[in-house]
């Protein structure tokens, strides 16, 4: 009984302004945080994708231990009640993080693509698939989704309900990925609704 009126319970408008202001501020004070730590072993010599590896670790670690602080101290209850469920792997996300490479790899191999053999170091390819699937594939992902999708769409669906929390941290989201690049109206659009569309998608 408790943990429903818990979960339905209306927060205040200064609470929820704080509250994401707050969420924002871990994702980039963990990210910077990370970066920063990652960089010492680097400087010490340690190969850099053995940087990256511990760089993202932190990274999601920092933003888990923030986002369960910032629950349990200020809104008073656990993550799971903030729309940030207990991590499961569901055989079907597996399936699809192979599939669909593999389905964009055939269109463009089918449109006309071509392969490209790079000759890069075998320091450099450990440093471009460290960086690209833990950082920014696994780190990224992850914490993007338990600070937009989870904790920020959390606030706002205790305040406002589920249309404008579902609407908002979309906009929001995308709208971050927009400041300091030069992007023309048009494409400004496509990312918001593309941004919109992922975040409005159930979660299987």
Known sequence: MTETRKQTEKISM???VTGIIAAIFILIAAQS???????IPLNLGV??????IVISILYIGFVLGGTAFLCRKYFGC??????MPRLRVKLIWLVTAVLMPAAVLV???????HWEVNTFSEEDTALILTSGIL????????????????????ILERRFGIKAAVIAPSV?????HIIGRDMDFVSTVQLL????????????
């Open 78 to 83: 656990r993550m799971t009640e903030m729309r």
């Open 33 to 39: 945080l990370a970066l920063s730590i990652g960089e």
């Open 193 to 204: 609704i593309a941004e919109q569309m992922m975040q409005s998608a159930p979660v299987l």
């Open 14 to 16: 200064g609470k929820t």
């Open 47 to 52: 190969p850099g994708a053995v940087c990256n």
């Open 172 to 176: 929001l989201f995308g709208a971050l």
């Open 135 to 154: 950082f920014y594939g696994l780190a990224a992902g992850t914490v993007e989704e338990m600070v937009f999708r989870g904790l920020i769409m959390g």
């Open 107 to 113: 269109i463009c191999m089918v449109a006309g693509g």
